[in-house]
């Protein structure tokens, strides 16, 4: 199916696809969802409203295959040499006959996914604005609508040492212009949030970084972002995208607890969310359900990536979902938490350097909707069930005791409970904790 249009050409780039339809697990269509049936109910919402799902326009559009030992392999028509604007054009209505395909409710995209560098700052600007036409028409035209956007502040060579976190201020500057326009052009598509992921703010080696200072230009350049989007009112929530680790070798936004620290430091707490993905937090040290369960711990879920890691490999290797362990155990923690509200589920993944024809796209992200789905099932069952959560409860219980109660309403000190240990004679015991009970029950709701 690999094809040379040019990139001028209108024609459909996936002729051979007709919309993806749900046509149940037995299908043996393998360009068919099994289980994500979109207006299939559970727990009382549809699965589309469950889902939210968005498809990101940077790997699966502007990725070339390439990688650090060899170029691009896909040869898509607009990945060649030719007029950026042009390329930029035809790209667009590309992804766009993929969204309706695949029946994305949503998309994401990085201000220069949409639209080429220039030569300049203007021109970048106005290549955007131009792009933004576009885009606001094929949404009009398909109905898809924008999950998030975000400025690309880690591509072009001044953001080498960092954008916020920039000996520079100039850079400073450049960053401020990229994220005015990116979230200017959020609230102009109805986007229902704006992401920011500190691309390079971090360092490679302390030997030449002030790390305080550089918290403190964040901190002042979050606090900007978030009094332009109330000036401009921008309804969408604003998240950060914590990651440990690549391209720098420490990021300041490690990780949920450490994103959670930076915002009170910095009175952001009630601004700012946390859109988390999974393979940063496995790269973290933690498993995407802990950094869910923080962040709704927090009041700081926002929306999640949804790609993974490889165990093997200790880097972002951003591949698409199929673990239902993984992906359903994330959902038993987000629906506790009572969903996502604004946010939803982006593909942040690519495809496999090797997996070059355009049809790729449509097994990966068939996949991993339906393992979402399945994933959705499987929770829900879970919180029908009730048998983990009533463990949980039963395990507390005694905190709604006269003890527990005192103690967490601030009515005693730390004398008068160790004079209430001696005067009681308290001896208690060990209490099992089920995990190997409540791990063989998780397997019953497959
Ligand atoms: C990088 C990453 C980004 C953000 C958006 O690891 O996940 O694609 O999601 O800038
Ligand atoms: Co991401």
Request: one cysteine or more.
């Amino acid at each position: 199916m690999t094809r040379t249009l040019e990139p001028s050409s209108t024609d459909p780039f996936f002729p051979e696809i007709e919309s993806v339809r749900f046509a149940g697990p037995d299908t043996d269509d393998p360009l068919a969802y099994r289980y994500y049936d979109a207006d299939r109910i559970v727990l009382g919402r549809s699965m589309r409203d469950h889902l939210r799902f968005a498809v990101c326009y940077w790997h699966s559009f502007c990725w070339p295959g390439d990688d650090v030992f060899g170029e691009g392999v896909f040869a898509r028509p607009w990945h060649g040499a030719g007029d950026p604007l042009a390329q930029a054009e035809r790209k667009l209505e590309v992804a766009f006959e993929f969204f309706s395909k695949i029946g994305a409710p949503f998309y994401t995209f990085h201000d220069r996914d949409l639209a080429p560098e220039g030569a300049s700052l203007a021109e970048g600007h106005e290549n955007l604005a131009h792009m933004l036409d576009r885009a606001e028409a094929a949404m009009d035209r398909t109905g898809v609508g924008l999950l998030w956007s975000t400025a690309n502040l880690f591509g072009h060579p001044r953001y080498a040492a960092g954008a916020a976190t920039n000996p520079d201020p100039d850079v400073f500057a450049c960053a401020a212009l990229q994220v005015r326009d990116a979230l200017e052009a959020a609230h102009r598509l109805g986007g229902a949030n704006y992401v920011l992921w500190g691309g390079r703010e971090g360092y490679d080696t302390l030997l030449n970084t002030d790390l305080a200072r550089e918290n403190r230009q964040l901190g002042r350049f979050m606090n900007l972002v978030v009094e332009h989007k109330h000036k401009i009112g921008f309804e969408g929530a604003i998240l950060i995208e914590p990651k440990p680790m690549e391209p720098t070798k420490h990021q300041y936004d490690f990780d949920a607890a450490a994103v959670h620290a930076f915002l009170q430091e910095h009175g952001l707490e009630n601004e700012i969310r946390l859109n988390i993905e999974v393979n940063h937090a496995t790269l973290a040290g933690h498993s995407f359900q802990h950094e869910i369960a923080y962040a709704a711990a927090h009041g700081l879920l926002g929306s999640l990536d949804i790609n993974r890691g490889d165990p093997q490999l200790g880097w972002d290797t951003d591949q698409f979902p199929n673990s239902l362990e993984e992906v359903s155990l994330a959902w038993y923690a987000l629906l506790q938490a009572g969903g996502l509200g604004s946010g939803g589920f982006n593909f942040d993944a690519k495809l496999r350097r090797q997996s070059v024809e355009p049809v790729d796209l449509f097994h990966a992200h068939v996949g991993g909707v339906d393992i979402l789905a399945r994933g959705l099932l499987v929770a829900a069952a879970m919180i029908e069930d009730g048998a983990i959560a009533e463990h949980v409860e039963q395990r507390y219980a005694a905190w709604g005791g006269d003890l527990g109660r005192s103690i967490l309403a601030g009515d005693t000190d730390l004398a008068a409970l160790a004079d209430l240990a001696l005067d009681r004679k308290l001896d208690p015991k060990p209490v099992s904790g089920r995990q190997e009970a409540l791990e063989n029950r998780i397997n019953r709701y497959r």
